[in-house]
């Protein structure tokens, strides 16, 4: 069974620049989550997604982040413009329903470093 | 706000030591899961614990859930290099939104 699908796993860009990462979740999960991960921190949730609809966008930076899902399927998040504080690994997550038991399954993450 | 601490955040041990990693919130959450993750990787599930004062076992990992369901321990007995990692405690709320803590980097030393 194929995994979470993320790209590009490393991006660099200078502040103000835009930048956008893809994730495919895992065949027939109706979840996704975008984290982001400061070194040397744990994932923080920026979204959730049941299907194509969004379940919890509070700590999601509305004003320069923004993230879709339109065929509940594959996902972007999208930056623009980026301050330097946004580096940091952005990882795509994915589970069956979303129910609090269940396993998310993560994607190996975008290395996002910004200039 | 919901919070959780690890403690420590760093730790060298030699191969063979045992070592307790401590998850702490004074919030309750529906689950508490534990995860590990390698350099470039995203984190790996090792054990979700759900009954208050439940206690499970991964060959050498033994995990504990508080008996008020705020905090957990992770127990690893005669570690071995292969250990080394990044453990993240995380809990769960009933929409399936996890809460991180900060996370332990482990280094086992041959």
Redesign the interface.
């Given at each position: 069974e194929a995994g979470?699908a993320q790209s590009p796993r490393y991006k660099i860009i200078e502040k103000r620049q835009s930048v956008a990462f893809w994730c495919n979740p895992i065949s027939g999960h109706a979840?996704l989550?975008w984290y982001q991960q400061i070194l040397?921190?744990?994932?923080?949730?920026l979204i959730?997604f049941q299907n194509n609809g969004v379940?919890?966008d509070s700590q999601l930076p509305k004003d320069r982040f923004s993230a879709e899902r339109l065929k509940g399927v594959d996902s972007t998040l999208k930056i623009q413009p980026a301050k330097l504080e946004d580096s940091a690994v952005y990882?795509c997550?994915s589970?069956l329903d979303?129910?609090?038991?269940?396993?998310?399954y993560?994607?190996?993450?975008t290395r996002l470093l910004v200039l | 706000t919901q919070l959780l601490e690890q403690s420590p955040q760093f730790l060298s041990i030699q191969e063979g030591e045992n070592l307790t990693v401590y998850c702490n919130s004074s919030s309750v959450f529906s689950s508490l899961q534990w995860y590990r993750q390698e350099p470039g990787e995203g984190p790996v599930l090792l054990v979700t614990v759900v009954t208050g004062g439940e206690v499970k076992k991964l060959k050498r990992l033994t995990f504990q859930f508080g008996d008020a369901r705020k905090d957990s321990s992770l127990h690893i007995t005669a570690a071995q290099p292969g250990d080394t990692g990044l453990y993240l405690c995380a809990g769960a709320s009933n929409t399936g939104k996890l809460i991180f803590g900060q996370g332990t980097t482990l280094q086992v030393k041959p």
């Open positions: 979470v979840t989550y040397g921190q744990g994932p923080k949730l959730q379940v919890d990882l997550a589970s979303g129910r609090g038991q269940e396993t998310q993560f994607g190996p993450g | -």
